[in-house]
């Protein structure tokens, strides 16, 4: 395997660069595009099963919300006979022998039938309404030519339901009941038992059957998917009705019939002889009853598969047109060209520590050489410079230190504490006092590296006059080990960062937020983490975040992130370049910044020598 592997790479290093570049370009083409094409058809074919889903799930919840609000309707109709002291009589009256053929008067038949009727009236959905007396006579609004007015209905699966719910309304399936003399079509029924109000004995049951179109005229502004298939079930997946298109096949339609969903609202996909289906489930904890959508997966992608062809199409086009070019144009450009010019890009971003293989013997591999040899000495150049331009830097900023009389600072800023006493303005007070904390943390210590409580002391200051300008909004929890406090810093490391959290973290959330400084021993290193509860960053937001702590920025942009880069700088510098910032954090979440220093106590030569 190797010896093939090196007799390839023996083979291509000694192949001119026309035909390295048709190879590369071939491939460097062909590859990429293929995959955005798959990519880019799976990206798409889930946006539209996603999309389809949620406009699904709201119409079949918006069906079920509908079609519980039809079934109240029919639930508060089967409570009216109680409300009604002439039915409950009569029914009382024939409730005393259980299926003895007495037939009732004709007022009390009239008396009925007007009731119902006027209980069905313009309830077009309503087929019928029976009043079944304890005696089997049934009362009716339905014409007595298709009715059996004596029936036996105990033997009935739905008389035995109603029995079982005591009272209660239930909601039952597709059936055809036996009182009726037609061969008619399947309907559904609401049905309770109706009790005498003042003894709770059983005197009747009402049952009202319900058309099918009940259903139809809620699904008459839906749209189906072509293929698809509408269930309305029970919570024993008993069948109530059924919308399926005119082009799904009999057998798959009998087996979506077949299968069984929870009770309770959700999305999932189903396979059923080799083809998927979207299924929507919405349970309604009303009725008890399921609205399920089969959404054939195939029919939503018919457009995605026209768009898929004719991408496919487009890139065949593309590849014979860019390899004839290629295979024309190839001895202007190279793979080795590329990838030192790649690097070169590098280079010119900051990123001198780059370097590139050396593949072959001829020009681009000399030229390889040159650039490998040229960024190293250019790293080690501007390494060189950056540490005199620190120095140079520093030493400015004791000359400018020197010129600024404290005590004239720390006077000037007592005078205003003193007439913000005698204002009674105590806040100004406190800030100005803890103004002149953080100057003389400033402007008094030209050390480099500070004990770790001088630095927390700063931030303190630092911090208790940001709470004054965000009051209660803005919170601080310090979170020190005792065993730490007396190890060396960098000066104004902490600062920058707690500054960071509150501007581009908790300063902007209307219920403000907060900011955790914590120091722990690991090991022989310190950990320092400056933590916020603030708007956060996403995994691409910290990735760039990162790559601007070594990269120059661009001329002419705004100087984000300077403070950041900097401290990242002191730190390479000083402590070398395994110790630098580390972010975590995610959106929502806030953002957390944590600094690694080997710990170094107080012992006055060891600090200075380190120090200097």
Request: glycine share 6%; hydrophobic share 40%.
């Amino acid at each position: 395997m190797n010896r093939k592997k090196s007799t390839a790479v023996a083979f291509y290093s000694h192949l001119g660069l026309r035909s390295k570049m048709l190879i590369i370009f071939i491939m460097i083409l062909v590859i990429p595009l293929s995959l955005q094409g798959i990519l880019t058809y799976y990206e798409f074919s889930s946006t539209v099963e996603r999309r389809s889903a949620d406009y699904s799930t709201q119409i079949v919840g918006q069906i079920n919300r509908n079609l519980d609000r039809a079934l109240l309707e029919m639930q508060r109709l089967s409570l009216m006979p109680l409300y009604d002291t002439q039915v409950l009589t009569i029914l009382d009256k024939y409730s005393q022998s259980q299926f003895v053929q007495t037939r009732p008067t004709l007022a009390e038949m009239e008396k009925m039938f007007l009731y119902i009727s006027g209980s069905a009236y313009n309830r077009s959905e309503v087929k019928g309404i029976q009043i079944i007396a304890n005696n089997g006579f049934i009362f009716t609004n339905v014409d007595s030519s298709i009715m059996n007015f004596y029936v036996d209905v105990r033997q009935e699966d739905w008389f035995r339901r109603v029995q079982v719910a005591d009272g209660a309304w239930v909601v039952i399936p597709q059936h055809k009941p036996n009182y009726y003399n037609e061969s008619s079509q399947q309907i559904f029924s609401i049905a309770r038992m109706i009790r005498q109000p003042d003894k709770n004995d059983v005197i009747g049951m009402i049952k009202i059957d319900l058309k099918l179109d009940v259903f139809r005229q809620i699904l008459s502004n839906v749209k189906f998917e072509e293929k698809g298939s509408m269930l309305v079930v029970n919570g024993q997946n008993e069948l109530l009705f059924e919308e399926s298109s005119s082009n799904l096949e009999p057998r798959l339609a009998e087996a979506l019939r077949g299968t069984q969903q929870p009770n309770e609202n959700a999305v999932r996909d189903l396979v059923l002889d080799g083809r998927r289906f979207l299924t929507i489930v919405d349970y309604s904890d009303y009725s008890g009853l399921k609205v399920i959508d089969f959404i054939p997966v195939d029919s939503l992608l018919s457009e995605t598969k026209k768009l898929r062809n004719f991408t496919i199409l487009i890139a065949v086009i593309f590849v014979v047109a860019a390899g004839i070019l290629s295979f024309i144009f190839s001895y202007h450009l190279s793979s080795p060209l590329i990838r030192l010019k790649q690097k070169m890009q590098l280079v010119e971003r900051g990123q001198f520590n780059q370097s590139v293989p050396v593949m072959s013997q001829d020009e681009i591999g000399q030229l390889s050489r040159g650039f490998n040899r040229m960024a190293e000495e250019i790293n080690h150049l501007i390494k060189e410079v950056y540490w005199i331009g620190l120095r140079e830097k520093e030493a400015e900023l004791a000359a400018l230190q020197s010129q600024i009389n404290p005590h004239f600072i720390y006077n000037t800023l007592e005078s205003i504490n003193m007439k913000a006493l005698e204002r009674e303005n105590y806040e100004v007070s406190d800030m100005v006092s803890t103004l002149g904390q953080l100057m003389r943390y400033t402007v008094d210590h030209n050390d480099r590296l500070v004990l770790l409580e001088e630095e927390l002391a700063s931030v303190g200051s630092y911090a208790k006059i940001q709470q004054l300008r965000y009051g209660d909004r803005l919170r601080f929890i310090f979170d020190i080990e005792p065993d730490v406090s007396c190890a060396y810093v960098p000066k104004l490391l902490l600062q920058p960062l707690v500054e960071n959290s509150i501007f581009h973290g908790v300063g902007d959330k209307p219920q403000g937020g907060t900011i955790w400084i914590a120091a722990v021993r690991f090991g022989d290193d310190l950990l320092l983490t400056v933590r916020d509860d603030g708007i956060g960053m996403t995994e691409s937001q910290i990735e760039r975040l990162r790559l601007s702590l070594t990269s120059p920025l661009p001329d002419g942009e705004r100087k984000q992130g300077v403070a950041l880069r900097n401290i990242n700088q002191r730190l390479v510098l000083m402590f070398g370049s395994s110790y630098e910032l580390q972010f975590d954090g995610s959106p929502g979440q806030g953002i957390a910044v944590t600094i690694t220093i080997p710990i170094t106590e107080r012992k006055s030569g060891d600090v200075q020598n380190f120090a200097g």
